[in-house]
């Protein structure tokens, strides 16, 4: 069978998830091709080669650069912070690789626009991971919003809610640091939300926000990984958002809600959407994942409600790719999924969403989002043509 050649940039928390998914998906998935896991980066040298020999990678760097040039490499995935987007994404297109960057796409509108230039420019397939769009739930859900079910849309409400900051001994790490994230749970969560309503209902026209850093200085960082961590001596100041909130007008004249926290006291990854629409509405929660809730105004009056539908059968979206029905998946197949999603588009050559003009667009909604905090008034959201 043909190979796919990839090159992962990153080896923490998202590092680990796709390092899984290039692992097993050609068990789950009839493609055209398999990932070969050529090599795998990260700051740290010794931290790089350790994560190589744990999740099956052949080689490791501490330098993007020695991934990007390899010959051998044909896919480079970019699962690092914020900070290195655009220069790896920029790069490898320029040496004809494909692309996976994980969200947001980049620290503001203007880098995402030269990502998206770039990936065009070289005629690569570019991908950006939103991983929740390939939860089957989610799936199902645009489906039915398409298939006209809930009628003409009036509401979105969205929230991811986490609680993993409240204590102000908690450390800091990159997240909380803007020149390595760029932003807080704005970007980091609202990015996901953001993309989750553009999927299933449109373009946002227009936004409104607010948003707080509730402890605004921290124990500096001894060492840090995924969203755990261990202090240092003397203390840091956060300068990212802990909770950003926004309302929003979609281009379809819906009514938008988004809230995006660290702060939710109780609540660990309690992303959440509900749509309400003209003749129905539908909600799904991502700590019950593998479940949508869906109301009809068409079912009889006397058997109206919210009904469960347990989204694991054959005939939801890659639910068949998996287990026996009422067998649920987790949060990993869903990395999975776009993995296979991605390696079919190059096989294939077809197009793949969301690419890099989606996460342009989820950023520009972003920047939107700020410009309004600071101006205190309504800021509509403008895509630059590329």
């Known amino acids: 069978m043909k190979e796919i050649g990839v090159g992962l940039v990153g080896y923490g928390f998202m590092g680990k998830a796709h390092s899984n998914a290039y692992a097993v998906v050609s068990k789950f998935f009839n493609l055209d091709a398999k990932p070969r896991m050529k090599i795998i980066c990260g700051l740290v040298a010794d931290e790089a080669k350790e994560a190589a020999e744990r999740f099956g990678w052949e080689l490791s760097t501490d330098k993007w650069q020695d991934v990007v040039k390899r010959d051998d490499v044909q896919l480079v995935d970019i699962s690092a912070p914020s900070i290195v987007h655009k220069e790896v994404a920029v790069a490898a297109a320029k040496a004809g690789k494909h692309i996976f960057c994980e969200k947001p796409l980049a620290f503001t509108a203007e880098e995402g626009v030269e990502m998206v230039k770039a990936a065009r420019a070289a005629k690569v397939k570019n991908f950006i991971g939103f991983s929740y769009r390939r939860c089957p739930a989610i799936g199902l859900a645009k489906q039915l919003v398409d298939g006209g079910l809930l009628g003409k849309v009036h509401h979105v409400r969205a929230t991811y809610l986490q609680d993993w900051l409240v204590d102000p001994k908690f450390p800091m790490n990159w997240r909380l640091r803007k020149k390595q994230a760029g932003s807080g749970a704005h970007g980091d969560l609202g990015a996901h939300l953001v993309d989750m309503a553009r999927y299933l209902v449109g373009d946002i026209k227009e936004v409104i926000g607010m948003n707080e850093t509730f402890i605004k200085e921290r124990p500096a960082e001894g060492k840090a990984v995924g969203l755990t961590a261990t202090a240092g001596k003397g203390t840091e100041k956060v300068d990212v958002d802990d909770a950003t909130l926004f309302l929003c007008r979609f281009e379809n004249g819906a009514l938008g809600s988004f809230e995006a926290t660290r702060f939710a006291t109780g609540r660990k990854n309690f ?97 939107a989002v700020d410009r309004s905090i600071e101006k205190r008034a309504w800021e509509k959201v403008t895509v630059p043509k590329v």
């Not at 129905?280 to 700590?287: D, Q």
């Not at 019950?288 to 539908?309: C, H, Q, T, W």
Request: with cysteine; aromatic share 12%; glycine share 8%.
């Open 271 to 367: 992303n959440r959407i509900e749509i309400n629409g003209s003749e129905g509405s539908l909600y799904w929660c991502f700590e019950e994942m593998n479940e949508l809730y869906v109301y009809s105004r068409k079912d009889p009056e006397n058997a109206r409600g919210f009904k469960k539908i347990l989204a694991t059968e054959g005939v939801h979206p890659y639910a068949g790719r998996w287990w026996p029905p009422g067998h649920v998946l987790g949060y990993e197949n869903c990395f999975v999924n776009e993995v296979a999603d991605m390696i079919d588009a190059i096989t294939k050559d077809k197009p793949i969403e969301p690419d890099f003009m989606d996460g342009l667009k989820v950023q520009c909604v972003l920047d």
